[in-house]
């Protein structure tokens, strides 16, 4: 037997817990609190999902499953390895929940991608670990309740945070924390990846929000001299070689914080930049000098 139990303990219904008060502990009344995060810079594999997924927009994030009629089940994997690391990510899914099942979690290469027939997916077997749209999380052909189902013709934000020094898997839900869905994943072995699969045509999940923990001290130093400035352009005027400063573009989030329908909720912007520095700190900044070969091995 799987060594990879469902976690039967601790879980938060996104209806029942209003997403207010102390009930959340340590966790943002608008998703985890990411202090030690940055944004990581991944996306869907054109090379890895059903030929029934079409992949779009920019950088194609956006999933478009069944385009004409569906007969099965469609899946896509991401590009991202997850395995020892700690990383956040948000499914925005579109107004169109229904179906026998549309799922998001993670898996391993093993997990099958497509099925001509409507199945749970990830998580029939034991390469996949998944929650449906109907609330149930699945592992190794096993299932239980995990939260209410989702309501149909509403679109919501999935937030999955992936623990792989715990070995942890915790969903949020508009903002919502749920809870931990599965533990023990640290044990596997093989390499795990971001997963999202669904039965019912026409349906659409877009990747938001991604971050990651910070790997080493060169993450921590991009982050402070981000947090230093007020516009990603002003990148251009710091006295850097090129190539560091294309990292530091690499890791700006220029995007909005995701629109949150938690009622009740404090918006929190956990995105790493900050607008609120002078032109003071930019102009220390813009002294440094360096060499650019010197510098090539940080890249």
Not at 3 to 9: E, S, V
Not at 47 to 54: G, L, M, N, W
Not at 86 to 93: A, D, K, Q, S
């Amino acid at each position: 037997m799987s060594q990879l139990l469902i976690h039967k303990n601790v879980h938060r219904d996104a209806y029942d817990t209003p997403c207010t008060g102390s009930s959340f502990k340590a966790m943002s009344q608008d998703g985890p609190v990411l202090t030690n995060f940055c944004t990581d810079n991944w996306t869907w594999n054109k090379q890895d999902k059903s030929h029934e997924v079409r992949l779009h927009g920019e950088n194609f994030k956006v999933a478009h499953f069944h385009p004409n009629w569906s007969n099965g089940t469609a899946g896509v994997r991401g590009t991202r390895i997850l395995n020892r690391g700690r990383y956040y990510w948000e499914i925005n899914v579109s107004q169109r929940i229904f179906g026998t099942s549309m799922m998001f979690g993670i898996s391993t290469k093993k997990c099958r991608l497509h099925a001509n027939a409507f199945v749970n997916m990830l998580g029939e077997d034991e390469h996949g670990w998944g929650l449906s749209h109907k609330g149930l999380i699945w592992h190794n052909g096993r299932w239980r309740q995990y939260a209410k189902p989702f309501r149909e013709n509403e679109p919501t934000i999935i937030g999955i945070l992936f623990d792989g020094i715990k070995g942890t898997l915790a969903y949020y839900k508009d903002g919502c924390d749920l809870g931990v869905a599965f533990t023990d994943l640290h044990l596997v072995q093989d390499e795990l990846y971001p997963v999202v699969c669904s039965t019912a045509a026409k349906t659409e999940m877009s990747l938001g929000i991604t971050k990651r923990e910070f790997g080493n001290l060169q993450d921590r130093c991009r982050s402070v001299i981000l947090k230093l400035l007020r516009q990603d352009g002003d990148v251009n005027e710091l006295g850097l070689p090129k190539l560091l400063k294309q990292y530091l573009t690499d890791g700006a989030d220029t995007s909005e914080p995701s629109e949150r329908r938690c009622k009740g909720a404090v918006r929190r912007h956990y995105y790493m930049r900050s607008s609120s520095c002078g032109p003071h700190r930019i102009n220390k900044l813009k002294n440094i000098s360096c060499c650019e070969e010197k510098y090539q091995y940080f890249l």
